[in-house]
């Protein structure tokens, strides 16, 4: 492939894009947008996010340590 | 990077809510009409332009101070997008379907409704027929007017694949606008 047929490929595109219909959000929903994620502006994630990789850690550990244990029963 | 962008990542990384508005009203548009031409549904695209702008509200106060807002905010959507039909994908097999035809047979799509012309409703039919990967990258350098180098960043591809893509998508978009196709195209 050649840069000439990039810029065909690139210009023929552009050309096309530019008799796109137009599309916007309904003014409601930007402004529902904009004040649901400007609230978190710089607080970072939710805490809650990290609840359920946790939880689900925990039930595997002890799940693990329970099985370990009941294996070493066997063994001893 | 432009004078206005440096401010708003400044103003970003001070956790500023009116850098976000300004960030928003800019990028908005653009990536709402990237999501409805991807998802083909304008809920989908709306939940997934508020999970955009909501991670970068998150990540605000560790934006790099040269973060370039528009690829950053195109590759946060494109990840959701790939998020959102690998669950769509799932959600159809626990239903027992086969995933959902994107259109059917001439049936007019709520994107294609906002065509004001048999041209502008051809021209949307023909990018809707593409495949998801190369209408990603024809949206993104033909109506974004990102060079192929930047959408290989967003994308995480090679620039030689994109530009692949990218003449695939030529001469399928080619094909399907006939006598429509760009000038150019057509003495290919």
């Known amino acids: 492939m050649t840069t000439t047929d990039d810029d065909k490929d690139v210009l023929g595109l552009a050309e096309l894009s530019r008799e796109l219909p137009p599309i916007d959000l309904d003014a409601q929903s930007a402004d529902r947008i904009a004040r649901r994620a400007g609230d978190s502006v710089g607080k970072g994630p939710s805490p809650r996010r990290f609840i359920e990789p946790v939880l689900a850690a925990v039930i595997v550990t002890v799940y693990l340590v329970w099985a370990l244990m009941k294996v070493l029963e066997l063994l001893g | ?188």
């Not at chain 2, 976000?20 to 083909?40: E, P, S």
């Not at chain 2, 065509?115 to 021209?123: H, K, N, R, W």
């Open chain 2, 1 to 188: 990077m432009e004078a206005d962008e440096r401010a708003w990542v400044d103003g970003l990384r001070r956790g500023e809510r009116a850098a976000f508005d300004q960030v928003f009203a800019a990028y908005r548009r653009r990536i709402y009409a990237y999501l409805v031409r991807m998802t083909r549904r304008k809920d989908a695209a709306e939940d997934l332009l508020q999970e955009s702008f909501l991670r970068l509200a998150q990540s605000a106060k560790r934006l790099e101070t040269d973060t370039r807002l528009g690829p950053y905010l195109f590759t946060v959507a494109h990840r959701l997008f790939i998020s959102w039909t690998r669950a769509q994908a799932v959600r159809a097999q626990l239903a027992g379907d086969l995933p959902a035809r994107e259109t059917a047979g001439n049936e007019r799509s709520p994107l294609e409704a906002l065509a004001d012309s048999q041209a502008q409703l051809a021209l949307e039919r023909a990018f809707a027929s593409l495949a998801p990967a190369y209408r990603e990258v024809a949206l993104l350098v033909g109506v974004e007017g990102l060079t192929p180098t930047e959408v290989a960043e967003i994308l995480g591809q090679k620039p030689e694949a994109i530009r692949q893509r990218l003449a695939r998508a030529r001469i399928q978009l080619a094909e399907a606008l006939g006598d429509h196709a760009p000038a150019s195209w057509r003495t290919a």
